[in-house]
């Protein structure tokens, strides 16, 4: 990739390890100072989700933009060509609405050719109910 | 009160053999009230026990309230609201909400009358009930031809009053049957169908393809009807409520000296009406109407009811005559059975 370093975590050469050929005595005898503990390299993990963003966005556009296979999709048009060409001398079907009852309001006549259904009026509920004069036995 | 309920679920049973259909019951509560017999029936909502009790306890219930309204307005008692107003000697005299309310329905029943329904003839009542019985009414009859009974209603913001000559009474009858009916029948409004019965008196209101039949009956036979009526409720029509009343002067009916006597009074005259029609049943949109329409029909006569009728919003009429003759005016015959 390119040289850009991160300035967050770019250690100064000087600072990368401590000099030990710069040691008086012994070695066993000299503590070495402790120094801050080097942290990870993080562009390797940066540069594998870098590749893995451009390949969603990669596959996501070309998903996107690219057309079909021929006759994956019917009704699509590269399938209504094929169909015109196919039954040329086909006429264009119109929509047709199919109207299977209408309620009629009183006053209302039926259209012509159509089927008239009487609905049966509701038998009556036969109710011991009579009106009589105020005082009379019911 | 006494309450006797009955339910009974009616079978409709196909005649080629098909399936047996059950038709949700009917719910009935019957009782005595207002000097004569009152009932409510109910279509529940749904088939099954649970429906039934449901509409059991809301007619039953609406009864109750009916037979407290009834108490209030009756002229039999002496602790009721219209007993206390009839009695007292002020002028002004205040009501309480059930009475104030039924007193401004029959003003407006003096008006849809043409004057011919006036509360205010208690006194010729019983003068035409008891001509010679004793000096109170002596004085009774005196006073059904005074000549104002006007009456008048001061709505307040807490309290009405009413205003009107001392020793003017007022007796509500069946103004009140069919006023308390159309208010009863209002309190049963979740269900499909349901019928108030006030002695006759009859409230209907059928939901959307409830068809149910309803008896007049022949004042002239206990066991046979004048006539029957289908009653449809249909949505598309905009009919679903009805008023069923008959009036008529066969019942309460006295002879005096060789003289006969009814208690429909003449408001003209303060005396009973001379006329020709025994019995009018008036089909029309609320009970309380139907009930001020039959009752103006018997006092006009059939001549002028017929007349009287034709300008008025009504489904159908049907008058029998002294002369044995069952008019009906044209709009009936939808309805006949």
């Known amino acids: 990739m390119s040289g850009i370093r991160d300035h967050r975590t770019a250690r100064p050469a000087a600072m990368a390890r401590p000099d030990v050929t710069q040691a008086a005595g012994p070695v066993q005898a000299a503590r070495p100072a402790p120094v801050a503990r080097a942290k990870p390299d993080a562009r390797p993990l940066r540069i594998a989700y870098g590749m893995g963003a451009l390949a969603a966005a990669t596959a996501l556009v070309t998903a996107l933009v690219s057309p079909p296979p021929a006759g994956a999709a019917a009704g699509s048009p590269a399938t209504v060509a094929m169909t015109t060409i196919t039954l040329p001398t086909d006429p264009p079907q119109p929509v047709k609405h199919v109207i299977q009852y209408v309620q009629l309001a009183p006053g209302q006549t039926a259209p012509p050719n159509a089927a008239v259904k009487v609905v049966p009026t509701p038998k009556p509920r036969v109710v011991v109910v009579t009106t009589r004069q105020s005082g009379a036995k019911p | ?337």
């Open chain 2, 1 to 337: 009160m006494t309450l006797a309920f009955a339910s009974a679920a009616s079978l409709a049973v196909d005649p080629t053999g098909g399936p047996v259909v059950t038709e949700p019951a009917l719910v009935s509560v019957v009782t005595s009230l207002m000097g004569g017999t009152v009932g409510i029936h109910v279509r529940p909502v749904v088939d099954g026990m649970a429906a039934a009790s449901d509409a059991r306890r809301a007619a039953e219930a609406t009864l109750r309230r009916l037979g407290a309204w009834a108490n209030r307005l009756t002229r039999f008692t002496e602790t009721s609201d219209l007993a206390r107003l009839n009695a007292s000697t002020d002028v002004r005299v205040p009501v309480r909400p059930t009475l104030a309310t039924a007193l401004d329905w029959a003003r407006q029943t003096e008006g849809l009358s043409g004057g011919i329904v006036d509360v205010a003839l208690l006194d010729a009542r019983l003068a035409a009930e008891h001509p010679v019985a004793n000096d109170t009414v002596s004085a009774a009859a005196t006073a059904a031809s005074r000549p104002d009974r006007t009456w008048s209603m001061d709505r307040g913001r807490r309290m009405t009053f009413i205003r009107r000559p001392v020793g003017l009474r007022f007796d509500l009858d069946g103004v009140a049957k069919g006023w308390l009916a159309d208010r009863a029948l209002g309190r049963l409004g979740s269900f499909p169908a349901a019928v108030v019965d006030a002695d006759g008196d009859i409230a209907i209101r059928l939901g959307d393809g409830e068809s149910w039949r309803f008896g007049i009956a022949d004042p002239r036979s206990k066991d046979e009807d004048l006539l029957e009526l289908d009653l449809l409720g249909s949505a598309v029509d905009g009919i679903g409520s009805f008023g069923l009343a008959t009036s008529g002067t066969s019942v309460h009916r006295w002879v005096h000296g060789g003289h006969t006597t009814h208690h429909l009074i003449d408001p003209r005259t303060g005396k009973p009406a001379p006329t020709d029609v025994v019995q009018a049943t008036v089909l029309t949109a609320t009970a309380g109407k139907a009930e001020a329409l039959a009752k103006t029909a018997v006092i006009l006569g059939s001549e002028a009811a017929l007349i009287a009728l034709a300008g008025q919003d009504v489904h159908g009429a049907i008058l029998l005559t002294e002369r044995g003759e069952l008019l009906l005016t044209p709009s009936t015959t939808r309805w006949l059975a």
